[in-house]
C-alpha cells in the first residue's frame, strides 16, 4: 500500500501546525534503544526462538517467516509467486498451484497472513495469505511450511480484505478492494457507470475441519465501494465480520481526491450466521462463474488444478438483515477487534480521531432501528447509537490496532510514524513510540485472537532511510521488535524483510515445532514417476517424450550418463531424491534449462522439464551441497541432430560401447 504523499502531507503539514503533536518525525533516531535492549532480543547460537513470525511479503507474492525475538529468518514460503530457488512453479508438478481462470499466473501481491484459530487461539495448523491482484486465498501447511491450496475467487479484483478468518476457521474471509462488474455479465461498459453497474463481493470460503481444504462456500453481493480490511468478531461477536469501506463516494477516477469527498465512510457489518440461515432457507441464488482451485498432494507430491462453474450468491440488498454500514470517519483502513469481541476499531486513514464500536450498542441500534437510512439498499446505523467512544488526538494516518490482552489497543500510525498504546475502555492514551518510519501494519503475536500474548510487537516499516546500509534506490523494508510487557513499549530490536510486509502473526515455537514434517516416507510416494531405489531408474521414450525415471542419494544420480536424447524432444527429468533422512534434500539442474533446478526433498519426486535447443553433451548436477562428495554428484545427456540413429541408452557406472563410430572431430588425436 503505497500513500499519496502530497495529500498526506497536506494533512500532516495542518495537524502539525495546530500543534496536536510536536513532530512528525522521530527525533532521536540514534539514540532510541538503550544499552539493555538488545539482549532482550539475544537468542544464543544453538537456542530456538519462542516465536514463529510469518510475515506477508506484499509484492514479493511470498510469505516470509522469522524466529522471535531474534528477527532470524528462517524461510521464504512461496505462495503466489514463482520461486526458482525451489523449484516451486518451475517443476511440473507444482505448476498447477499458480493455475487460474486467466491460466499460469506466476506472480502475485500477498498482503495479509492469518493463522488458523480453534476457540479464538491460534492452533498452529496452517497459516492463510491473500493474493491481491488476481484474486485468491492459499493455505500454508504448517506442518511442511509449504503451500498445499489456493483457491481464486470469482465476482474480485484486488483481493484485499482477506483472508481473515473466523474464531474455529469456519470459514476464511474476502472481500473485493476494487468493486467491478459481476463476471456472469456484460462487463464491456463504460467505466463512469460505476454507480450502476459495480458491485463489491465478499466471500465465505470455507475450511475442512481435519483437512483444511477449501470450498467457496457463498458469497454476498454488496454495493460497489472499496473494501479495504475486515476481522471477525469473537466471543459475544461470534458470527458477525467487520469491514472498513472507503469510495463510498463511488468515484472511478482520482480517488486521492474523489473517494476524500465523505467525512465517513463505512464499517460493514456482517451476520454470516444469518447468511447461513438464509442458504440454507434457499435464498442463495446460484450463478456461473470461473475460478481455479489448486490443491497440492504431499503422497504424489504433485498439484492439481480444477475449475469450478459456479457460486452461490446472496444479495445483501434483498435480505435486509445480514449487512448493516456503520459511519466510519475518513476512508478507514484497519477493521480490528478487541480480545473479548465487544470493540470494533476503525482506523480513518485521514482521520484526526480513532472511533471504537461497541457491538452491543450495534446490536441495540439494530433492534431499536436507530438508522440514520439508508446507502444502496443497506441500513446505515447512527454513528452516536453504535459508537464506544472516540480516542482524541491519537497521532497521524491511523492504519492498524493489535491488542495485548491487558486491556490495551495499540495503533500504527503511518504519517506521524509511531505506535501509540491506549486504553480501550476510557480511551486515554498512554504510551507512544517513534517508528522508523512510516509503520504499516503491527504484528502482537494472537494479537487479532481471544488470547494475544503481550509480549512483544512487531512493527512493519515502509521506509528505512538512514536504518540500514544504502543499497541503491530501493531500500530493505523493515521490521521492529518492541518489549510491551511492562507500562512503557521498549524498541529492541531492527531487522529487514524480504519484499513488503504487510500482516503478519505470530505463533508459540510450541504449537508449530514438534508437528514438523521431516522427510516424506519413500514407500508412500505415489508420484506415477516414482522410483523407488536405482533399480527402477531408467529412461523411457514415448514418441518425442523422453521420461528419466531418476533417483538421487548421497553422491550420485542414477542413471548419470544418458544417450539417444534427440533434437526436437522433451525431456522431463522425474528426480525420485531416496534419502530417508532430515534435511537432506538434493538439487538438480542441466545445462540450458529454461525453467529454473530443482529441489527435491527426501523421499519426494520431482520433474524438470527440459527442451535442448542444440546437439553436443549436457552436464546436469546436484545444487545442494549434499555431502562431501557432492561436487561429485552430477552426469552427463548427450543430444544427438533430430533424424540421428543413436539408441536411447542409460547408465551408471558402467561405460556401455560406444553406441556409434565416435565422430572424426571427437576422435583422439593418435
Ligand atoms: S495493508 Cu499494507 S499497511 Cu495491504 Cu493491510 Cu495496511
Ligand atoms: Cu546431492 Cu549435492
Given at each position: 500500500?503505497?500513500?499519496?504523499?502530497?495529500?498526506?502531507?497536506?494533512?500532516?503539514?495542518?495537524?502539525?501546525?495546530?500543534?496536536?503533536?510536536?513532530?512528525c518525525?522521530?527525533?532521536?533516531?540514534?539514540?532510541?534503544?538503550?544499552?539493555?535492549?538488545?539482549?532482550?532480543?539475544?537468542?544464543?547460537?544453538?537456542?530456538?526462538?519462542?516465536?514463529?513470525?510469518?510475515?506477508?511479503?506484499?509484492?514479493?507474492?511470498?510469505?516470509?517467516?522469522?524466529?522471535?525475538?531474534?528477527?532470524?529468518?528462517?524461510?521464504?514460503?512461496?505462495?503466489?509467486?514463482?520461486d526458482?530457488?525451489?523449484?516451486?512453479?518451475?517443476?511440473?508438478?507444482?505448476?498447477?498451484?499458480?493455475?487460474?481462470?486467466h491460466?499460469?499466473?506466476?506472480?502475485?501481491?500477498?498482503h495479509?497472513?492469518?493463522?488458523?484459530?480453534?476457540?479464538?487461539?491460534?492452533?498452529?495448523?496452517?497459516?492463510?495469505?491473500?493474493?491481491?491482484?488476481?484474486?485468491?486465498?492459499?493455505?500454508?501447511?504448517?506442518?511442511?511450511?509449504?503451500?498445499?491450496?489456493?483457491?481464486?475467487?470469482p465476482?474480485?479484483?484486488?483481493?484485499?480484505?482477506?483472508?481473515?478468518?473466523?474464531?474455529?476457521?469456519?470459514?476464511?474471509?474476502?472481500?473485493?478492494?476494487?468493486?467491478?462488474?459481476?463476471?456472469?455479465?456484460?462487463?464491456?461498459?463504460?467505466?463512469?457507470?460505476?454507480?450502476?453497474?459495480?458491485?463489491?463481493?465478499?466471500?465465505?470460503?470455507?475450511?475442512?475441519?481435519?483437512?483444511?481444504?477449501?470450498?467457496?462456500?457463498?458469497?454476498?453481493?454488496?454495493?460497489?465501494?472499496?473494501?479495504?480490511?475486515?476481522?471477525?468478531?469473537?466471543?459475544?461477536?461470534?458470527?458477525?465480520?467487520?469491514?472498513?469501506?472507503?469510495n463510498?463516494?463511488?468515484?472511478?477516477?482520482?480517488?486521492?481526491?474523489?473517494?476524500?469527498?465523505?467525512?465517513?465512510?463505512?464499517?460493514?457489518?456482517?451476520?454470516?450466521?444469518?447468511?447461513?440461515?438464509?442458504?440454507?432457507a434457499?435464498?442463495?441464488?446460484?450463478?456461473?462463474?470461473?475460478?481455479?482451485?489448486?490443491?497440492?498432494?504431499?503422497?504424489?507430491?504433485?498439484?492439481?488444478?480444477?475449475?469450478?462453474?459456479?457460486?452461490?450468491?446472496?444479495?445483501?440488498?434483498?435480505?435486509?438483515?445480514?449487512?448493516?454500514?456503520?459511519?466510519?470517519?475518513?476512508?478507514?483502513?484497519?477493521?480490528?477487534?478487541?480480545?473479548?469481541?465487544?470493540?470494533?476499531?476503525?482506523?480513518?486513514?485521514?482521520?484526526a480521531?480513532?472511533?471504537?464500536?461497541?457491538?452491543?450498542?450495534?446490536?441495540?441500534?439494530?433492534?431499536?432501528?436507530?438508522?440514520?437510512g439508508?446507502?444502496?439498499?443497506?441500513?446505515?446505523?447512527?454513528?452516536?447509537?453504535?459508537?464506544?467512544?472516540?480516542?482524541?488526538k491519537?497521532?497521524?494516518?491511523?492504519?492498524?490496532?493489535?491488542?495485548?490482552?491487558?486491556?490495551?489497543?495499540?495503533?500504527?500510525?503511518?504519517?506521524?510514524?509511531?505506535?501509540v498504546?491506549?486504553?480501550?475502555?476510557?480511551?486515554a492514551?498512554?504510551?507512544?513510540?517513534?517508528?522508523?518510519?512510516?509503520?504499516?501494519?503491527?504484528?502482537?503475536?494472537?494479537?487479532?485472537?481471544?488470547?494475544?500474548?503481550?509480549?512483544?510487537?512487531?512493527?512493519?516499516?515502509?521506509?528505512?532511510?538512514?536504518?540500514?546500509?544504502?543499497?541503491?534506490?530501493?531500500?530493505?523494508?523493515?521490521?521492529?521488535?518492541?518489549?510491551?510487557?511492562?507500562?512503557?513499549?521498549?524498541?529492541?530490536?531492527?531487522?529487514?524483510?524480504?519484499?513488503?510486509?504487510?500482516?503478519?502473526?505470530?505463533?508459540?515455537?510450541?504449537?508449530?515445532?514438534?508437528?514438523?514434517?521431516?522427510?516424506?516416507?519413500?514407500?508412500?510416494?505415489?508420484n506415477?514417476?516414482?522410483?523407488?531405489?536405482?533399480?527402477?531408474?531408467?529412461?523411457?521414450?514415448?514418441?518425442?517424450?523422453?521420461?528419466?525415471?531418476?533417483?538421487?542419494?548421497?553422491?550420485?544420480?542414477?542413471?548419470?550418463?544418458?544417450?539417444?536424447?534427440?533434437?526436437?524432444?522433451?525431456?522431463?527429468?522425474?528426480?525420485?531424491?531416496?534419502?530417508?533422512?532430515?534435511?537432506?534434500?538434493?538439487?538438480?539442474?542441466?545445462?540450458?534449462?529454461?525453467?529454473?533446478e530443482?529441489?527435491?526433498?527426501?523421499?519426494?519426486?520431482?520433474?524438470?522439464?527440459?527442451?535442448?535447443?542444440?546437439?553436443?553433451?549436457?552436464?546436469?548436477?546436484?545444487?545442494?551441497?549434499?555431502?562431501?562428495l557432492?561436487?561429485?554428484?552430477?552426469?552427463?545427456?548427450?543430444?544427438?541432430?533430430?533424424?540421428?540413429?543413436?539408441?536411447?541408452?542409460?547408465?551408471?557406472?558402467?561405460?556401455?560401447?560406444?553406441a556409434?563410430?565416435?565422430?572424426?572431430a571427437?576422435?583422439?588425436?593418435?
Amino acid at each position: 500500500m503505497k500513500y499519496n504523499n502530497n495529500l498526506l502531507r497536506v494533512l500532516a503539514i495542518t495537524v502539525c501546525a495546530a500543534s496536536l503533536i510536536s513532530s512528525c518525525k522521530p527525533k532521536n533516531a540514534g539514540s532510541a534503544v538503550d544499552a539493555g535492549a538488545a539482549a532482550k532480543a539475544y537468542v544464543p547460537p544453538g537456542k530456538y526462538d519462542q516465536f514463529y513470525n510469518f510475515v506477508s511479503g506484499g509484492f514479493s507474492g511470498q510469505m516470509s517467516v522469522y524466529g522471535l525475538p531474534s528477527g532470524r529468518l528462517l524461510r521464504v514460503i512461496p505462495v503466489f509467486s514463482v520461486d526458482p530457488e525451489k523449484g516451486y512453479g518451475y517443476s511440473e508438478e507444482s505448476k498447477p498451484m499458480l493455475n487460474t481462470s486467466h491460466g499460469f499466473v506466476p506472480w502475485d501481491d500477498l498482503h495479509h497472513t492469518e493463522l488458523s484459530q480453534t476457540n479464538g487461539e491460534i492452533d498452529g495448523r496452517w497459516v492463510f495469505g491473500n493474493a491481491n491482484n488476481t484474486p485468491r486465498v492459499a493455505r500454508i501447511d504448517l506442518t511442511t511450511f509449504r503451500t498445499a491450496e489456493i483457491i481464486e475467487l470469482p465476482n474480485s479484483a484486488g483481493n484485499h480484505s482477506s483472508p481473515f478468518i473466523t474464531e474455529n476457521t469456519e470459514y476464511v474471509v474476502a472481500g473485493t478492494r476494487f468493486s467491478v462488474p459481476p463476471d456472469n455479465v456484460n462487463g464491456d461498459v463504460p467505466i463512469n457507470t460505476y454507480k450502476q453497474n459495480f458491485k463489491g463481493y465478499i466471500s465465505f470460503i470455507s475450511v475442512g475441519k481435519e483437512d483444511g481444504k477449501m470450498d467457496l462456500a457463498f458469497q454476498i453481493e454488496c454495493p460497489g465501494v472499496n473494501f479495504d480490511l475486515s476481522h471477525a468478531g469473537k466471543g459475544k461477536s461470534h458470527g458477525w465480520f467487520f469491514f472498513s469501506c472507503y469510495n463510498t463516494e463511488q468515484a472511478n477516477t482520482l480517488l486521492e481526491v474523489n473517494a476524500s469527498q465523505k467525512d465517513k465512510d463505512f464499517i460493514m457489518a456482517v451476520n454470516w450466521k444469518k447468511a447461513e440461515e438464509y442458504l440454507k432457507a434457499g435464498k442463495g441464488r446460484k450463478v456461473a462463474a470461473k475460478y481455479a482451485r489448486n490443491r497440492y498432494n504431499e503422497k504424489s507430491h504433485t498439484a492439481t488444478s480444477e475449475i469450478l462453474n459456479e457460486v452461490t450468491v446472496l444479495d445483501a440488498k434483498e435480505l435486509k438483515d445480514i449487512c448493516y454500514f456503520m459511519p466510519c470517519p475518513k476512508s478507514p483502513h484497519g477493521c480490528d477487534v478487541d480480545p473479548t469481541g465487544e470493540y470494533i476499531v476503525g482506523s480513518g486513514k485521514l482521520a484526526a480521531l480513532i472511533p471504537v464500536f461497541s457491538f452491543d450498542k450495534m446490536q441495540k441500534a439494530i433492534a431499536d432501528k436507530a438508522f440514520e437510512g439508508e446507502f444502496e439498499g443497506i441500513p446505515v446505523i447512527k454513528y452516536d447509537a453504535a459508537l464506544h467512544g472516540e480516542v482524541k488526538k491519537p497521532g497521524l494516518g491511523p492504519l492498524h490496532t493489535e491488542f495485548d490482552g491487558k486491556g490495551f489497543a495499540y495503533t500504527t500510525f503511518f504519517v506521524s510514524s509511531e505506535v501509540v498504546k491506549w486504553n480501550i475502555k476510557d480511551l486515554a492514551v498512554v504510551d507512544r513510540v517513534p517508528t522508523y518510519y512510516s509503520v504499516g501494519h503491527l504484528c502482537i503475536p494472537g494479537g487479532d485472537t481471544k488470547k494475544p500474548t503481550g509480549q512483544y510487537l512487531i512493527a512493519y516499516n515502509k521506509i528505512t532511510k538512514d536504518r540500514y546500509l544504502p543499497t541503491g534506490p530501493e531500500l530493505a523494508q523493515s521490521a521492529q521488535l518492541y518489549d510491551i510487557s511492562g507500562e512503557k513499549m521498549q524498541l529492541i530490536l531492527d531487522f529487514p524483510t524480504i519484499g513488503e510486509p504487510h500482516y503478519a502473526q505470530a505463533a508459540p515455537a510450541d504449537l508449530i515445532k514438534n508437528r514438523s514434517v521431516k522427510f516424506f516416507k519413500i514407500d508412500e510416494n505415489t508420484n506415477p514417476y516414482v522410483a523407488k531405489g536405482e533399480p527402477e531408474a531408467k529412461v523411457v521414450r514415448e514418441g518425442n517424450k523422453v521420461h528419466v525415471y531418476m533417483t538421487s542419494i548421497r553422491s550420485h544420480f542414477a542413471p548419470d550418463n544418458i544417450e539417444g536424447v534427440k533434437l526436437g524432444d522433451e525431456v522431463y527429468f522425474h528426480v525420485t531424491n531416496l534419502e530417508q533422512d532430515w534435511d537432506v534434500p538434493h538439487g538438480f539442474a542441466v545445462k540450458g534449462a529454461a525453467n529454473a533446478e530443482l529441489l527435491i526433498m527426501p523421499g519426494e519426486t520431482q520433474t524438470l522439464k527440459w527442451v535442448p535447443n542444440r546437439t553436443g553433451i549436457f552436464p546436469m548436477y546436484c545444487t545442494d551441497f549434499c555431502s562431501a562428495l557432492h561436487q561429485e554428484m552430477q552426469g552427463y545427456v548427450r543430444v544427438s541432430p533430430a533424424g540421428s540413429n543413436v539408441p536411447l541408452t542409460f547408465s551408471i557406472g558402467t561405460n556401455k560401447p560406444a553406441a556409434d563410430p565416435v565422430p572424426a572431430a571427437a576422435a583422439p588425436a593418435k
